[in-house]
């Protein structure tokens, strides 16, 4: 994409989060659904890149909120996966549909929950996005919460009406037998091979706590990671409740 078309321009204002070249951009002519040479949308870089004013820019000017980047990927889903709350709800405003589907059947609300974006599951929820639609694999969202072990995300869908507390409970409390660290070095190794150096990082949550698993190349630059809230006791205490709870 030659750096004189007005679509790179417009790329290229999105990438330095500059609100006023867009507007000029879209004032000239510019169109909103442009593409970038790998068919990646304008709309889909500012809502990954969590820019909610150049997202409201973009879908003022026209463009559609469930159109598909590079056909496989929902800007609904890049957002939520990355805990973008203001960027989620635009989209939503701008009316994209909550349950939108992306590539392997993957939703924003399979995303929120696997990463555990407590804000994002409310506002998709709270917008009709279904508590007990199964993610990819069948896993029902209760389960993915608490596999997550993400109390909050627990929490929200349970106020609006999630199935399967029982199966939920279950895999909380199978969590809580385990080494969190280690299993995160484990499904490394299986996607990635043995033998790699790696290094681990807590982080506090506002539940518990985020452990994450890198691991590195042969200059110590780490290239996979993969990470694991720690609040699974908190989780089966809610679903425990819950299930006594229930009629």
Known sequence: ???????????????ESDEDAVVRLLRSGVSPESVDEDGQTALYLA???????IVRLLLAA????????????????????????????????????????????????????????TEVAEALLAAGADPNRPGPTGQPPLVAAAHRGSPGCVRVLLAHG??????????????????VEAELHAGLARTHGPGHPSATHR?????????EVQLLDA??????ADDQQTGHAETAALL????RAAP
Request: include cysteine; glycine fraction near 10%.
């Open 240 to 243: 425990e409740t819950a299930l």
């Open 162 to 179: 999630a199935q399967a507390a029982a199966e939920a409970l279950a895999e909380a409390r199978r969590w809580l037998s385990l080494d």
């Open 203 to 211: 982080y506090p949550a506002e539940e518990g706590v985020i452990v």
């Open 47 to 53: 809502a990954v890149s969590d820019q909610p004013g």
């Open 1 to 15: 994409m030659s750096t004189n078309d007005p679509a790179a321009r417009l790329f290229t204002a999105v990438y």
């Open 219 to 224: 200059e110590g630059r780490p290239f996979a």
């Open 62 to 117: 026209g463009a559609t909120p469930d159109r598909l980047s590079q056909g496989t990927d929902a800007p609904l889903c890049g957002a939520a996966c990355g805990g973008h709350t203001a960027v989620v709800r635009a989209l939503l405003a701008a009316g994209a549909g909550p349950d939108t589907v992306e590539e392997f059947g993957f939703t924003a609300l399979t995303w929120a929950l696997r990463r555990g974006h």
